[in-house]
């Protein structure tokens, strides 16, 4: 079964970096990117940018360039996110998702459960 | 950065009727457009890429149409479960810059 299993939820201070995890199982890390979502409370999907897991290759949504971080460890079959300087408005759930369709670009056909990350003091 | 507009931003639909909603792109984006469902609490659901193919395993009520900036999801005739949020997004960019629209939710009427 192909699933995306993302860490757990989070607290953190205004000002710090979280760092949510995405394992993966049931297909070839390598074979597609790995895209991150954001979701804030009662709000819809923003994209945030996605990595190539075969090359580690990045891009970004230039909302969040400069304070986002995305990776993949290829020998745990693991993508990273990391957000720095933290604000109330970063407070969302985020999801890592991919693409598995080749006729689908970059359409998002397997999704993780999400990550509730809020930011408080 | 293409903006997506989708309307209207609430739909009260009985069950059983046809639910129409639309999606505007602020420039072309081709056929290269997606369709999501997401119920509370879950994560989105691929219903529709290519403006108008199915992804797997969803049903035959679900259907999407048009090309260039205007598209529409059609939902033939609504079940219990079709109640939710509804995002279009589109995926027409290199680098990708990928752009959702706001939302579309459907409540019973």
């Known amino acids: 079964e192909v699933q995306l299993v993302q860490s757990g939820a989070e607290v953190k201070k205004p000002g710090a970096t979280m760092k949510v995890s995405c394992k993966v199982s049931g297909y070839t890390f390598t074979d597609y990117y790995m895209h991150w979502v954001q979701q804030a409370p009662g709000k819809g999907l923003e994209w945030m940018g996605l990595v190539d897991p075969e090359h580690g290759e990045t891009i970004y949504a230039e909302k969040f360039q400069g304070r986002v971080t995305i990776s993949a460890d290829t020998s745990i079959d693991t993508a990273y996110m990391d957000l720095s300087s933290l604000r109330s408005e970063d407070t969302a759930v985020y999801y890592c998702?991919?693409?598995?369709?080749?006729?689908?670009?970059?359409?998002?056909?397997?999704w993780g459960q999400g990550t509730m990350v809020t930011v408080s003091s | 950065e293409i903006v997506m507009t989708q309307s209207p931003a609430t739909l009260s639909v009985s069950p059983g009727e046809r639910a129409t909603l639309s999606c505007r792109a602020s420039?072309?984006?081709?056929?290269?457009l997606a369709w999501y469902q997401q119920r509370p609490g879950q994560a989105p659901r691929l219903l529709i890429y290519g403006a108008s193919t199915r992804a797997t395993g969803i049903p035959a009520r679900f259907s999407g149409s048009g090309s260039g900036t205007e598209f529409t999801l059609t939902i033939s005739s609504l079940q219990s479960e079709d109640f939710a949020v509804y995002y279009c997004q589109q995926y027409n960019n290199w680098p990708p810059e990928l752009t959702f629209g706001g939302g579309t939710k459907v409540e019973i009427k």
């Open positions: 998702a991919t693409g598995s369709i080749a006729a689908a670009g970059h359409a998002f056909d397997i």
């Open positions: 420039q072309s984006v081709s056929s290269n």
